[in-house]
């Protein structure tokens, strides 16, 4: 048996627990004796890694439903990446099967699936405020920095996240048939996050996809809104941009 079969073999035993799968390792009479630490560390290691990853979706559930929905994470989906870092990524979609009727649990865990991927996005120099005078405008091109991310969501679950990483009592659960948006981004070594009215988030989601021309923003502006009001708006979520470090 090569290695790399003992490998995928003991892995196989590590994620299901099976004894059909621990007997296909080639062990020694009486080797498996020790075998149950190997298991008890991997599923110990599953788990405090999603309660490290989630410490407010972790809250909101409370210890025993939080293990509980984290147990059957691990029995459905085993790790597949060289880092147990990426582990964390799969935990929200479980969450959503788990919790079908109770949307903002998932969406806490999305939110802070993506304030952990933001914190650790690339580095880039954001726009600063004091050299906008200096910039020729009609050829200038903006672009949103790397660590920025927009989340749809049907629950108020930004305000829940809110509240309990401020330890403050949460909100009730609202939520509608209408997603709405959640800007998530990095600015300096803090993530912050804020809601978003459809126009902005149109327009920031239009500038992640590549660098573009403030000419033709201000364009796509002023078809929507007409030439007074749209140079006016673009003026206004420029400046908020600009504060918040969100473009390049």
Not at 189 to 213: N, T
Request: charged share 20%.
């Amino acid at each position: 048996m090569r290695l790399s079969e003992i490998q995928g073999a003991f892995l196989d035993w590590l994620a299901s627990g099976e004894d059909a799968a621990m007997r296909r390792l080639p062990l020694a009479k009486g080797a498996d004796r020790g075998l149950g630490v190997y298991q008890n560390n991997y599923r110990a290691a599953l788990m405090a890694c999603l309660a490290d990853s989630f410490p407010q979706t972790l809250l909101w559930l409370g210890e025993g439903p939080f293990e509980a929905a984290a147990a059957r994470h691990i029995e459905r989906v085993p790790p597949d990446s060289w880092t147990l870092d990426d582990y964390a990524s799969g935990f929200p979609a479980s969450l959503a099967e788990d919790y079908p009727y109770d949307p903002e649990v998932a969406e806490l865990a999305r939110i802070e699936l993506v304030l952990s991927q933001v914190f650790v996005a690339a580095d880039a120099a954001p726009l600063d405020p004091g050299a906008m005078g200096a910039i020729d405008w009609d050829h200038a091109r903006l672009q949103t920095v790397p660590a920025l991310s927009i989340l749809s969501l049907h629950s108020n679950a930004e305000d829940i996240w809110i509240a309990l990483a401020n330890e403050t009592p949460p909100p009730a659960v609202r939520w509608g048939k209408e997603a709405r948006s959640v800007l998530i981004w990095r600015q300096g070594f803090l993530c912050r996050l804020r809601s978003l009215d459809s126009d902005e988030a149109g327009l920031l989601e239009y500038l992640s996809r590549d660098a573009s021309a403030f000419a033709d923003l201000c364009k796509i502006a002023v078809a929507h809104w007409g030439e007074q009001t749209g140079i006016a708006r673009i003026g206004q979520y420029l400046a908020q941009w600009v504060a918040d470090g969100l473009v390049r």
